[in-house]
């Protein structure tokens, strides 16, 4: 196990060269994280690390990420390892517990009853919803349940191994990195130039030129939660991240039948969102008949 009071760093590459890399930077990450007491991997980027850890590289999309240096998108004393490094760097670091997912808490371990548990999850090791919080089933004993509501990797130290591939400067690439914490599919985008007219303080109208980044919209984005009610917010990160003027979503509306049929991409609770809203639309047609 890794002392916790130090963090142990190895890394390689010229940091502080003209080359090195700066907190915003966008950069291709390789690596590997493992459970630092028996190697166990947690997170990977390697399709062969992947395949000896049978993970199934079939269902999760396993490669190289596009991540923004001290953007949040790795843990903390990763980022600072990057901060300074040059393109090529190697390097692993053990991240204690407290600095990774938690330190593990027995007052997270609550008892409550079955009846919050539905029937087809009320056994050991069941991932739940309880109250709005994730947890695990210990035991169910008559009408009673132990839970486990500690992040299922509290109390383990990480051992963190990675390789910067390059800086990404396509705002393409940055943005679909972006889009990516939010939707489970990133839709096709493009950049382009756009002459637009504008009215001045003035009152006179001008032609101004607009770099535009244009999303195709699917149906799994435009019905995605985080979307639909963050959509302004994200839509500023990018556009202050990755430098264009605007935002351009366009919708492709194929019909009622290919939106059903686009179901079988979504996940189970968008799918129940989507049935429930055609159910909705239907109300209406069958009261006017």
């Known amino acids: 196990m890794a002392d916790e009071d130090a963090q142990e760093t190895e890394t390689t590459g010229s940091a502080g060269d003209d080359g090195s890399i ?3 930077d966008f950069i291709r990450l390789a690596y590997t994280m493992r ?86 999850d009320r056994f050991p090791g069941a991932q739940v919803q309880i109250d709005g919080q994730q947890g695990r089933v210990i035991t169910i004993i008559g009408g009673r349940a132990r839970i486990d509501f500690n ?26 990195s972006m889009l990516s914490l939010y939707v489970q599919a990133v839709p096709d985008m493009w950049v382009d130039t756009d002459i637009v007219t504008e009215t001045s303080e003035d009152g006179d109208e001008e032609e101004v030129e607009k770099e535009s980044l244009y999303i195709e919209a699917t149906p799994q984005m435009t ?38 049929g686009d179901l079988s991409d979504l996940d189970m609770e968008g799918a129940a969102e989507v049935e429930e809203m055609a159910a909705e639309l239907d109300e209406p047609a069958a009261e006017a008949e």
């Open 151 to 176: 992040h299922p990797l509290a109390g383990e130290d990480m051992e963190y191994s990675y390789e910067v591939l390059e800086v990404v400067n396509d705002p393409v690439e940055q943005a679909a």
């Open 223 to 260: 019905l995605n939660q985080q979307w639909l009610f963050s959509k302004h917010q994200i839509a500023d990160d990018i556009i202050s991240r990755i430098g264009v003027d605007r935002i351009v979503v366009q919708e492709v509306i194929q019909g009622y039948a290919d939106l059903m």
């Open 22 to 24: 700066a907190a915003d």
């Open 35 to 120: 459970t630092a007491e028996d190697g166990r991997v947690v997170d990977t980027t390697d399709v062969e690390v992947a395949e000896d850890a049978e993970i199934d590289v079939e269902e999760f999309d396993i490669e190289p990420r596009v991540i923004i240096v001290d953007g949040g998108y790795v843990f903390e004393a990763v980022e600072q390892e990057l901060i300074g490094a040059a393109p090529g760097a190697t390097g692993e670091i053990t991240i204690p517990a407290e600095d990774a997912f938690g330190t593990y808490e027995e007052g997270q371990v609550r008892t409550v009853s079955a009846s919050k548990i539905e029937e087809d």
